[in-house]
């Protein structure tokens, strides 16, 4: 019975799991288009329902393009180990993420690595 | 299946299930759960059912991690009637039309399986219920009075407890039409009728269980069950805004979300 359980469970918790958010993933991103930047931090706005980081990244032809970086809400960043003061603007950070689908220069963001080397989560994996 | 869950806010069915009878619920009535000065169970404390802060990164339940946010049979789709089927198909496809992607509150029960943190608060005459999420609270007296008998309808519904055994149990009636139940485009009718059982276990987790009955939208009671815990760490109730700064309904796009009944 347990291993029964366990069998039908496996199947649908995770895509149940999945499938549902504050919005899902798929609504406004493509899991498709993973992408990494490094740029300056311009603004932090640290709200609800999403926190959001502006960087300016330098492209190819040296112009400066500011992105946008959506992440999970407030409290969510300080029980994975934000604080307020883990960023500052005029920054440099590197951010995994994957990209819009409306074409917007938005990511949803997967992780952010600050100046010092440290790591921090700011989203989920794509699945 | 490339979807991922992003962000916090809404209820996530990582339990639901429709049967018609529940399965028993083995009583912790062997004296060695936390009972209150009047012998009952003692709900009081910080519990969630999944989320970030309690299993880690994501919070995602992934199979054999052995850490199961539900409990009972395994889960099915909700009984909705023939004609509903295609509005709940039609919902689930555009994210913008969540009632929770709007900040609306999330309703009974869908709010217990929000991926944050509540507050038990039990006392002798009344037990308080604060979520995290949109700052929600419920205040469900256990002194045996009935419903108003004229509700208005609300998100949340008005709420009456009692004791059967060592189960809190808590009648929900006087709902509005606005939320939806666990899962995507789950809608309900006015005449939703929840009936929520907290069951505290010797490992201290609380085995929840909502049958939620709505003869205008189901063709028998559909139910949700979760297994609500501790977070790992010394949690307090945050405060938790959700309309500051809500860009997601100009940028979801439309037909783009993944229906799983």
Redesign the interface.
């Given at each position: 019975m347990r291993v029964r359980?366990?069998l039908?469970?496996?199947?649908?918790?995770?895509?149940?799991?999945?499938?549902?958010?504050?919005?899902?993933?798929?609504?406004?991103?493509d899991?498709?288009k993973p992408i990494s930047l490094t740029g300056v931090v311009t603004k932090i706005?640290w709200?609800?329902?999403?926190v959001?980081i502006y960087i300016d990244v330098k492209g190819a032809d040296g112009q400066l393009v500011s992105w946008a970086l959506?992440?999970?809400?407030p409290?969510?960043l300080?029980?994975?180990g934000w604080t307020k003061a883990a960023l500052k603007e005029n920054d440099t950070i590197t951010v995994t993420g994957w990209m819009?689908?409306?074409g917007?220069n938005?990511i949803?963001g997967r992780e952010v690595t600050l100046p010092d080397g440290k790591k921090l989560?700011l989203?989920?994996?794509?699945? | 299946?490339?979807?991922?869950?992003?962000?916090?806010?809404?209820?996530?069915?990582?339990?639901?299930f429709a049967q018609d009878k529940a399965p028993a619920v083995k009583n912790a009535s062997s004296g060695k759960i936390r009972r209150d000065a009047e012998g009952r169970p003692d709900l009081s404390g910080i519990w969630q059912g999944?989320?970030?802060?309690l299993f880690g990164?994501?919070?995602?339940?992934?199979?054999?991690e052995g850490r199961?946010?539900?409990w009972g049979?395994?889960?099915g789709p909700p009984p909705y009637q023939d004609w509903a089927l295609a509005k709940v198909k039609e919902l689930a496809s555009?994210?913008?039309k969540?009632p929770?992607?709007q900040?609306k509150m999330a309703g009974t029960p869908r709010v217990t399986g929000i991926?944050?943190p509540l507050e038990i608060a039990q006392t002798a005459k009344k037990t308080y219920i604060l979520y995290?999420t949109n700052h929600i609270f419920r205040i469900i007296p256990t002194d045996g009075r009935p419903h108003p008998e004229e509700l208005d309808p609300t998100y949340m519904g008005d709420s009456i407890g009692h004791w059967d055994g060592d189960t809190f149990v808590v009648d929900v009636t006087g709902f509005n039409d606005k939320t939806w139940l666990p899962?995507?485009g789950h809608f309900h009718s006015e005449d939703l009728h929840v009936v929520e059982r907290y069951t505290l276990q010797p490992n201290d987790t609380i085995l929840y269980e909502a049958t939620m009955e709505d003869p205008k939208v189901f063709t028998k009671p559909w139910q949700y069950r979760l297994i609500l815990r501790h977070p790992p760490?010394d949690?307090r109730i945050?405060?938790?805004?959700?309309?500051?700064?809500?860009?997601?309904l100009q940028?979801?796009?439309p037909g783009?979300?993944?229906y799983?009944p």
């Open positions: 359980l366990f039908a469970l496996s199947g649908i918790l995770f895509v149940a799991a999945s499938a549902f958010a504050h919005h899902s993933f798929g609504a406004e991103y899991s498709a706005d709200s609800n329902p999403h959001y959506e992440g999970h809400p409290n969510t300080r029980r994975t819009s689908k409306d917007s938005r949803a989560f989203g989920p994996p794509a699945q | 299946m490339k979807i991922a869950l992003l962000f916090v806010a809404v209820a996530v069915p990582v339990c639901t999944i989320g970030v802060s990164e994501t919070g995602e339940v992934r199979p054999g199961a946010s539900t049979p395994p889960p555009d994210d913008r969540d929770t992607v900040c991926p944050v995290e899962g995507a760490r949690e945050m405060e938790a805004e959700c309309q500051e700064n809500n860009q997601d940028h979801i796009v783009t979300s993944e799983h």
